[in-house]
């Protein structure tokens, strides 16, 4: 089992940067995949960036250039840095892991924390 915990999340105003943190309760050396994606009122969930194992990543369209995601294996936490915050960014934002094996796949969700941007 995989607990993952979000935090830094909060109010900024447009324009403004933010530094989301997700801990996972395990060693994150062996979780092929961490990511962090984002739900706004009234809309779906969807995928923000990723980042494997191997330290490949992967960005929405309307995040790249403004938000970084890393890992840091040795403190077992995955970052997202989010610069140059639109409105159009506020939602709750979830860390997501996954775990692959040959047949199947496992999923890890934290409970999100909440990006609000307003001025």
């Known amino acids: 089992q995989v607990q993952l915990v979000e935090s830094g999340g909060g109010l900024v105003q447009p324009g403004g940067s933010l530094r989301l943190s997700c801990a996972a309760s395990v060693n994150i050396f062996n979780i092929n995949n961490m990511g962090w994606y984002r739900q706004a009122p009234g809309k779906e969930r969807e995928l923000v960036a990723r980042i494997t194992s191997s330290g490949n990543t992967y960005y929405a369209d309307s995040v790249k250039g403004r938000f970084t995601i890393s890992r840091d294996n040795a403190k077992n936490t995955v970052y997202l840095q989010m610069n140059s915050l639109k409105p159009e960014d506020t939602a709750e934002y979830y860390c997501?892991?996954?775990?692959?094996?040959?047949?199947?796949?496992?999923?890890?969700w934290g409970k999100g924390t909440l990006v609000t941007v307003s001025s």
């Open positions: 997501h892991a996954r775990r692959v094996f040959p047949a199947y796949n496992i999923d890890y």
